[in-house]
């Protein structure tokens, strides 16, 4: 019997059912530590996926790594979350891409939740009040530098700048949402550069 | 059903929010006006707040606002929802379409999205200056603080934002 059970094990763990799940819950958690270990996203992620990814695991090569990053910068979603889906689905497929997904998503709605419920029943409280006061101040400033890196790179030429100041007249006086904004910026970008070939 | 809802909407901000954290922003801003989930000043707070806790910006925005609007459950909602279209659209690329052929066919399309998304977050700022700045104070505290900012723009936000919460201890002392 204990033989019998021996045999059993033995061929369990030799069938790959337990290996693709080893290797599944490997992705899960070295993307968790991803998510866990980067503060703000995007180029902070880029560092440790490396050091995780490419170095410690060989998941992907740093060419690949890289390829991924810049489809991931120019294609909608997240940055962070296209790049662990890539290597999650080179890895195991969909379901590699759904684990790695997750994984790395996983910290943020753990440690905001908490933050969250936290700040709810503080908030109220004189102190705390006042310094989030403080940093609304410091919140605007960060997103006018946002502006500020993001005129460098986003607006170089006539096209660009009449996109941007197209749109805020939209915005601004025509009360129109982002969403129909950035469709329609797509769309005159789009029928810019056929027009620029013709 | 407020799930279905959250997991519509940030569906709908992953599908469009393109290039990074900050451009999910004035999506949430604009859901302000449509729903009463979250309100604008409550969204600075959950800018700063996303900034200064471990994870992507865009997600942890997204489950601050789920949360919001509907506790935990609200939050994972908007998660998955802000979370999906990135996965399929990767997984899509990944299985037809050659890497830089893909970067490629997205290139012409965020040709006129680039600056359209920064004239979004131009005037969500507008929008948040008018409620963090309440005086000449606090008037001369964002200028100096957007100075200093720029300056030392290396250093992570997360220091200007603690720094911030001195500040706005300090300014209620006076």
Not at chain 1, 42 to 57: C, F, I, Q, W, Y
Not at chain 2, 7 to 16: A, R
Not at chain 2, 32 to 52: C, N
Not at chain 2, 131 to 157: E, Q, W
Request: proline residues 3%.
């Amino acid at each position: 019997m204990k033989v019998y059970t021996n045999i059993v094990v033995f061929k369990l763990i030799n069938s790959g059912i337990v290996q693709k799940m080893i290797s599944g819950l490997d992705l899960f958690w070295t993307f968790f530590k991803i998510g866990l270990f980067t503060f703000g996203g995007g180029a902070a992620m880029l560092p440790l996926l490396r050091a995780e990814v490419v170095e410690k695991r060989q998941w992907a090569s740093d060419e690949e790594l890289l390829d991924y990053y810049s489809i991931g910068q120019c294609t909608p979603g997240i940055i962070a979350i296209n790049t662990a889906t890539f290597i999650g689905y080179k890895m195991r497929g969909y379901w590699g891409a759904v684990l790695t997904t997750f994984g790395v998503v996983m910290p943020s709605v753990i440690v905001i939740t908490l933050i969250a419920a936290l700040l709810q029943n503080y908030m109220q409280h004189p102190a705390v009040a006042a310094a989030f006061a403080g940093i609304r101040i410091v919140v605007v400033a960060l997103i006018l530098e946002a502006v500020v890196e993001l005129w460098k790179k986003g607006i170089r030429n006539r096209f660009g700048a009449a996109v941007f100041v197209v749109s805020l007249v939209l915005l601004a006086g025509f009360g129109l949402g982002p969403v129909w904004v950035v469709l329609l910026a797509a769309v005159g970008g789009v029928i810019y550069l056929r027009s620029l070939r013709k | 059903m407020i799930y279905l809802v959250l997991f519509g909407e940030f569906f709908k901000i992953g599908l469009l929010a393109i290039g990074g954290g900050l451009v999910t922003i004035p999506f949430l801003m604009e859901l302000t006006d449509r729903y009463d989930w979250f309100s604008k000043s409550q969204l600075a707070d959950m800018i700063a707040v996303s900034e200064s806790t471990p994870g992507p910006i865009g997600v942890n925005m997204a489950t601050y606002a789920g949360f919001n609007a509907a506790g935990i459950s609200g939050g994972i909602a908007a998660t998955f929802g802000l979370v999906l279209p990135s996965l399929i659209i990767i997984i899509l690329i990944s299985k037809y379409v050659m890497k830089y052929q893909s970067c490629l066919a997205f290139q012409n399309i965020l040709f006129g999205v680039r600056p359209a998304v920064l004239a979004l977050i131009l005037y969500t700022g507008y929008i948040l200056v008018g409620l963090a700045v309440t005086d000449v104070l606090t008037g001369a505290a964002a200028v100096v603080s957007f100075l200093i900012i720029h300056r030392f723009n290396k250093v992570h936000p997360i220091i200007f934002i603690m720094a911030g919460a001195v500040l706005g201890i300090l300014l209620e002392m006076r």
